[in-house]
């Protein structure tokens, strides 16, 4: 019986163990065979490390890297820092055809700009001339009105008085019209004027949109280097 027991119990032993090694084995390459930045075989293969996601292919930022599991955070961080690279190259070019286009505007307007004050302030004494004809118009409408009134409007001198008074009138409200066109072109040459400093301003932001897409460039490589960290 005490042999029986004995065999008995060494079988049970050797079950044991073997089911342990067996449940090892299997447990064992499935961990073993994926860590992050191991070799791998199969292009594009996905698989799970940590409860992260990783993709077989080469690491971007590793010289002559092959394939290892990369952490898919490496993927889309060297996504965005090309994408973001691309967009440097692109806005640096415009933003240059814009600046030189703008640079030529700026000049234009400046060389301009002393011959464009001189016509403004002639329109503006023209304004003012216009507006003092207009004035003595007024004054001369009044004056036949109240002649026209003081000796009666229906008499041949009222009638007269009264045809002048509507002349007068009529001129000074063409005196008034010419003042406001001669306003209006002096205003539109000082806006003229006025449009180098604006220039100047869209040229800054022009420029500042470039040193804006460099800070995302070196943003976005600094968390592409932090992604793509071999092992991580």
Not at 38 to 66: E, F, M, Q, R, S
């Amino acid at each position: 019986m005490r042999n029986s027991l004995k065999q008995l119990g060494r079988g049970a032993t050797l079950f044991a163990a073997t089911s342990l090694l067996m449940a090892t084995t299997a447990v064992i390459p499935a961990e073993a065979a994926n860590k992050a930045g191991a070799a791998c075989k199969k292009a594009n293969a996905k698989t799970k490390i940590g409860g992260d996601n990783y993709l077989c292919t080469k690491n971007p930022t590793v010289k002559n890297a092959k394939l290892t599991w990369v952490w898919v955070g490496c993927i889309d961080s060297n996504k965005l820092y090309l994408e973001s690279s691309a967009r440097l190259v692109t806005i640096t070019e415009t933003a240059a055809q814009a600046a030189t286009m703008l640079d030529t505007e700026i000049a234009a307007l400046k060389a301009a700009a002393p011959a464009d004050e001189a016509e403004a302030k002639a329109f503006d004494q023209k304004a003012t001339d216009a507006k003092a004809k207009q004035a003595a118009a007024l004054l001369d409408a009044k004056a036949n009105t109240d002649n026209a009134t003081k000796v009666g409007a229906t008499t041949t001198a009222g009638k007269q008085y009264t045809t002048n008074a509507a002349t007068w009138t009529k001129a000074a409200r063409s005196y008034e019209l010419a003042a406001k066109n001669f306003e209006r072109s002096a205003a539109s040459l000082r806006d003229k004027i006025g449009e180098v400093a604006k220039k100047e301003k869209q040229k800054v932001n022009v420029l500042q949109t470039v040193e804006n897409t460099k800070a995302e460039v070196k943003s976005t490589l600094q968390n592409r280097k932090q992604a793509c960290k071999p092992g991580l």
